[in-house]
Protein backbone atom coordinates (compact mmCIF):
# COMPACT_ATOMS: atom_id res chain seq x y z
CA UNK A 1 0.00 0.00 0.00
CA UNK A 2 1.24 3.53 -0.69
CA UNK A 3 1.20 6.37 1.69
CA UNK A 4 -1.58 8.45 -0.52
CA UNK A 5 -3.67 5.17 -0.74
CA UNK A 6 -3.56 5.12 3.38
CA UNK A 7 -4.33 7.98 3.68
CA UNK A 8 -7.57 7.95 0.65
CA UNK A 9 -8.09 4.97 2.37
CA UNK A 10 -8.55 6.54 6.26
CA UNK A 11 -10.04 9.21 4.59
CA UNK A 12 -13.27 7.29 3.69
CA UNK A 13 -14.31 6.46 7.27
CA UNK A 14 -13.07 9.20 9.39
CA UNK A 15 -14.07 12.88 9.25
CA UNK A 16 -10.91 15.31 8.86
CA UNK A 17 -10.22 17.44 11.82
CA UNK A 18 -7.67 20.01 12.56
CA UNK A 19 -5.54 21.25 15.28
CA UNK A 20 -5.58 17.97 16.80
CA UNK A 21 -4.62 14.36 16.19
CA UNK A 22 -7.87 12.47 16.72
CA UNK A 23 -11.50 13.22 18.96
CA UNK A 24 -11.88 9.94 19.60
CA UNK A 25 -15.45 10.07 17.88
CA UNK A 26 -14.20 9.04 14.47
CA UNK A 27 -12.79 12.14 13.50
CA UNK A 28 -8.81 12.88 13.09
CA UNK A 29 -6.37 14.60 11.15
CA UNK A 30 -4.75 13.71 7.80
CA UNK A 31 -2.33 11.44 9.50
CA UNK A 32 -4.73 10.12 11.96
CA UNK A 33 -6.69 9.12 9.00
CA UNK A 34 -3.73 7.49 7.61
CA UNK A 35 -2.80 5.28 10.32
CA UNK A 36 -6.66 3.81 10.23
CA UNK A 37 -6.26 3.02 6.44
CA UNK A 38 -3.23 1.71 6.95
CA UNK A 39 -4.58 -0.44 9.19
CA UNK A 40 -2.61 0.31 12.27
CA UNK A 41 -5.20 1.14 14.62
CA UNK A 42 -9.10 1.51 14.89
CA UNK A 43 -10.85 4.76 13.70
CA UNK A 44 -11.84 5.34 17.50
CA UNK A 45 -8.50 4.93 19.27
CA UNK A 46 -7.41 7.90 21.44
CA UNK A 47 -4.53 10.63 20.93
CA UNK A 48 -1.75 7.70 22.80
CA UNK A 49 -2.19 5.44 20.75
CA UNK A 50 -2.56 7.25 17.57
CA UNK A 51 0.82 8.68 18.41
CA UNK A 52 2.38 5.62 19.06
CA UNK A 53 0.75 4.25 15.40
CA UNK A 54 2.01 7.59 13.92
CA UNK A 55 5.58 6.38 14.85
CA UNK A 56 5.15 3.32 13.12
CA UNK A 57 4.14 4.92 9.93
CA UNK A 58 6.91 6.69 10.06
CA UNK A 59 8.93 3.84 10.06
CA UNK A 60 6.79 1.98 7.09
CA UNK A 61 6.53 5.26 5.14
CA UNK A 62 10.12 6.38 5.52
CA UNK A 63 9.36 9.71 3.00
CA UNK A 64 8.09 10.92 5.82
CA UNK A 65 11.30 11.27 7.99
CA UNK A 66 12.75 12.71 4.60
CA UNK A 67 13.19 16.95 4.38
CA UNK A 68 11.13 19.09 1.90
CA UNK A 69 9.50 22.30 1.17
CA UNK A 70 5.98 22.44 2.14
CA UNK A 71 3.57 23.00 -0.98
CA UNK A 72 1.51 25.61 0.17
CA UNK A 73 3.91 28.52 -0.82
CA UNK A 74 5.39 29.28 2.99
CA UNK A 75 8.60 28.00 2.15
CA UNK A 76 9.16 26.20 5.33
CA UNK A 77 11.88 23.34 4.94
CA UNK A 78 10.46 20.30 7.29
CA UNK A 79 10.24 16.56 7.24
CA UNK A 80 7.11 15.55 5.40
CA UNK A 81 5.44 14.61 8.02
CA UNK A 82 5.62 18.05 9.64
CA UNK A 83 4.90 19.06 6.54
CA UNK A 84 1.56 17.11 5.91
CA UNK A 85 0.76 18.49 9.50
CA UNK A 86 1.31 21.76 8.50
CA UNK A 87 -0.78 21.49 5.31
CA UNK A 88 -3.81 19.96 7.80
CA UNK A 89 -3.93 22.31 10.87
CA UNK A 90 -2.26 25.38 9.56
CA UNK A 91 -4.16 25.78 5.55
CA UNK A 92 -7.05 23.37 6.04
CA UNK A 93 -6.09 21.06 2.97
CA UNK A 94 -8.36 18.16 2.54
CA UNK A 95 -7.21 14.74 2.83
CA UNK A 96 -7.70 14.21 -0.53
CA UNK A 97 -5.42 17.24 -2.01
CA UNK A 98 -2.79 15.85 0.67
CA UNK A 99 -2.79 12.82 -1.10
CA UNK A 100 -2.05 14.50 -4.12
CA UNK A 101 0.71 16.18 -3.19
CA UNK A 102 1.76 12.82 -1.39
CA UNK A 103 1.09 10.81 -4.94
CA UNK A 104 2.71 13.62 -6.87
CA UNK A 105 5.90 14.46 -5.60
CA UNK A 106 6.67 11.69 -2.70
CA UNK A 107 6.23 8.54 -4.09
CA UNK A 108 8.31 6.43 -6.17
CA UNK A 109 6.56 4.91 -8.95
CA UNK A 110 7.36 1.08 -8.77
CA UNK A 111 7.70 -0.70 -11.99
CA UNK A 112 7.56 -4.17 -12.84
CA UNK A 113 10.53 -6.39 -14.34
CA UNK A 114 8.05 -6.76 -17.46
CA UNK A 115 7.64 -2.73 -17.50
CA UNK A 116 11.15 -2.08 -17.51
CA UNK A 117 11.73 -4.55 -20.50
CA UNK A 118 9.44 -3.20 -22.37
CA UNK A 119 11.30 0.30 -21.48
CA UNK A 120 14.79 -0.71 -22.09
CA UNK A 121 13.67 -3.13 -24.95
CA UNK A 122 15.70 -5.74 -23.55
CA UNK A 123 15.17 -9.01 -21.10
CA UNK A 124 16.26 -8.02 -17.42
CA UNK A 125 18.36 -10.38 -15.61
CA UNK A 126 17.17 -11.72 -12.43
CA UNK A 127 19.74 -11.11 -9.74
CA UNK A 128 21.37 -14.28 -7.61
CA UNK A 129 19.85 -13.38 -4.31
CA UNK A 130 22.65 -13.19 -1.57
CA UNK A 131 23.22 -15.73 0.66
CA UNK A 132 23.39 -15.66 4.54
Known sequence: MKLS???????KVMRQKFGD????????CALTM???GAGL?????????QLYATHG?????TVLQEKGVVPCGCGHSIANFHAIIHLND???????RIAGWIESHLEVPIYSMLEIQEFIGE??????????
Open 57 to 61: LMNIF
Open 21 to 28: WTDGNGGG
Open 123 to 132: PVKEEVPCVR
Open 90 to 96: RHHWSAE
Open 41 to 49: VPQNADTMR
Open 5 to 11: EAMRKGS
Open 34 to 36: TTV
